[in-house]
């Protein structure tokens, strides 16, 4: 029995130090790509009253998402223009490339596209998410209403059968 302890507390440690080189290893994979979004963030004048229309644009569609919950008509149609702002970022980004000097300090729109990605698609992809989880959990509440009104109706069957 000893030696199934003695075993037992070898392998733990073991795996203790096989985790603990795995995360040291992550974390340190893991720095430049960090230290690089968050220099992306500190080179962004959030001051600038676009950016600030822009953060609130995306935050009025979010609350609207969540108020409008229960109606899956309008937050189908909220969906599609969601996900038409995402297909249409990249003819945004060039639009805006071309006129920055109207309305910003300075050009944020590279070609690659990364800032349009992330202040732009990013918040509306991450509003599409909530409304599919909101339409599937809406799907799934209609099915197992669905399937009590068929259980109902089979009973009703049943008894008128019997009587």
């Known amino acids: 029995m000893e030696d199934l302890k003695f075993a037992l507390k070898g392998h733990a440690d073991l795996v203790g130090e096989f985790l603990e080189r795995v995360s040291a290893e992550m974390r340190g994979g893991f720095r430049p790509a960090v230290d690089n979004f968050v220099g992306f963030f500190h080179a962004i004048d959030w001051n600038e009253p676009w950016l600030i229309s822009l953060l609130l ?18 937050q189908l149609g909220l969906s599609i223009f969601a996900f038409s702002g995402v297909y249409l970022a990249e003819r945004i980004n060039r639009f805006l490339s071309k006129n920055w000097k109207s309305f910003a300090g300075q050009n944020y729109f590279d070609p690659n596209g990364l800032f349009i990605s992330v202040l732009w698609s990013g918040p509306l992809l991450l509003i599409s998410i909530i409304l599919v989880i909101n339409t599937l959990i809406t799907l799934c509440k209609l099915i197992v209403k669905w399937k009590k009104a068929e259980l109902r109706h089979r009973a009703r069957l049943a008894r008128g059968k019997q009587d």
Request: proline share 0%.
């Open 57 to 74: 644009f995306h935050f009025t569609l979010l609350v609207i998402a969540f108020i409008s919950r229960k109606r899956i008509n309008f």
